[in-house]
Every structure is written in C-alpha cells, then in structure tokens.
C-alpha cells in the first residue's frame, strides 16, 4: 500500500462512488475528469488502487444502444477507502461499509446511475440510491430503485428502472404497495421501451391491453429510458 495525498476531486469522485455503489471508467472520466487526457484518468485511478482506497472487478459488459461503451472494469470504494471518506465527509454517509456489488445486474446499475445523475440536473435535487440507505427505520411497503428528495414542495418520488419486465402478479404487488403507500407522491417509472410501459399502465389503470400510454395513471408516471438519457447526453458534453 502506497500512501497518498486526497485531492478536492478524489474526495468527490470517492463520494460519488459511495454514492453509486460503483462507476465505470468513462463514468468517472465524464463527472470528475473533464477535458482530461485518458491516461491522466488511468494514473490517478491507479495510485487510488494501489493506496487500497479503491477495488476494481472486471466485467464484460458489451456496448448496446443504451450503454455507449463496453465496460471491461468497474470501480468500488473499499473499506479503507470508506473510512477515509468519512474523515472529509460525514454527511450523508450512512453505511459502516461499502454496499455489496450484484453481479447480476450490473448493466441495470450502470444504467440506474446515469438516471440519477440525470434527474439530479434535471430537477435540481438530492437523489438518492436505496442501495446505500438506512431503510430498516421507515417502514417502505416498496422500497425503490433511488427516491428523489425534492425540497421546494418537501415531496418524495420512488424511482423505478425497469429494463425487463415483470410478471403480472408481481407488478400487482409493487403497484398495490405503491398505490397504498403515503411516503411517496409520485411514481416514476423510467422503462426500456413501450411494451414495459403499457404493461405496467394496463395494471394500474386496470385496462390491460387495452391501455393507451396517454391513459390518465395517477401517482405513477412515465419515461423512456433513451430519450431521458439523450436529453443528458446533449446537456453534458464529455470531452475525451
């Protein structure tokens, strides 16, 4: 282990991963290193790892027409890294050790943190993903995806990314839980493609196939997916 000096930006950029539970390289690359050449990111990512501040695991997630890029690596904050997090920043940091990475959806988890660096822009607000909150003293009937704070009405909104969808029964549950729920004044659904949409919108609205997505669904919204990201992509340029 190598000791090392934290910069303002390796604070925030360890926050973020905190934050996210973990980024990939050009996520980083796009928040923390702007107009940075590629191996500026690389050496500093290194001297991070080799100080134990942060761990990486490789994956093989191949670009598609919602991630750009292929990630063949993903980094996480490590305990040590977490305690020494703590030392600059003590708000928001709930967790004693960093949240556990599911392999299984990774792709889901990129995606997901992308959403919630768009909705923060978009709306000027905290978000924050459930991963790395506290859940166990408020009693969540669903607990979502990330759930946005917005402070200048004090309203709640549940976050759900759907990708895949769900049986019927299961969306039952969720939109039942949600419907019965006074924590949340909005549901927002942000789903892959149309079919995941009207779906979803057959249940709660209780038109099955027959539901149009203009149909009127109450506390629950919806988005595309791709155009949400699009809309961040041509708000934040990264520069390579």
């Known amino acids: 282990m190598i000791r090392i000096k934290l910069t303002n930006r390796d604070i925030q950029m360890m926050h973020d991963l905190y934050s996210n539970v973990f980024l990939s390289f050009e996520q980083i690359r796009c928040e923390h290193f702007k107009n940075c050449a590629t191996s500026t990111v690389y050496n500093r990512l290194s001297k991070l790892i080799k100080a134990n501040l942060l761990e990486t695991i ?7 027409n919602l991630i750009q890029k292929d990630v063949g690596v993903i980094y996480s904050l490590s305990k040590i890294g977490l305690l020494k997090l703590k030392e600059y920043w003590h708000r928001e940091i709930q967790r004693i050790v960093p949240a556990p990475i599911n392999l299984s959806c990774l792709s889901h988890d990129l995606l997901l943190t992308d959403v919630i660096r768009r909705l923060k822009r978009k709306y000027n607000c905290h978000v924050a993903n459930t991963k790395i ?5 408020i009693n969540y009937e669903q607990v979502p995806d990330a759930i946005v704070f ?13 990708l895949t969808a769900k049986s019927n029964l299961r969306y039952r549950e969720i939109v039942s839980n949600y419907s019965t729920s006074n924590l949340f004044e909005k549901v927002l659904y942000i789903t892959k493609d149309e079919s995941i949409h009207k779906k979803i919108g057959g249940i709660i609205s209780g038109y099955g196939r027959q539901f149009n997505i203009e149909d009127d669904t109450g506390k629950f919204e919806f988005m595309d997916l791709k155009d949400f990201l699009l809309e961040q992509q041509s708000e934040v340029q990264c520069e390579l």
């Open 58 to 64: 490789n994956v093989n997630i191949k670009a598609n």
């Open 133 to 137: 909150m506290n859940t166990s003293g």
């Open 150 to 162: 917005e402070s200048s009405n004090n309203e709640r909104w549940a976050i759900e990314l759907e």
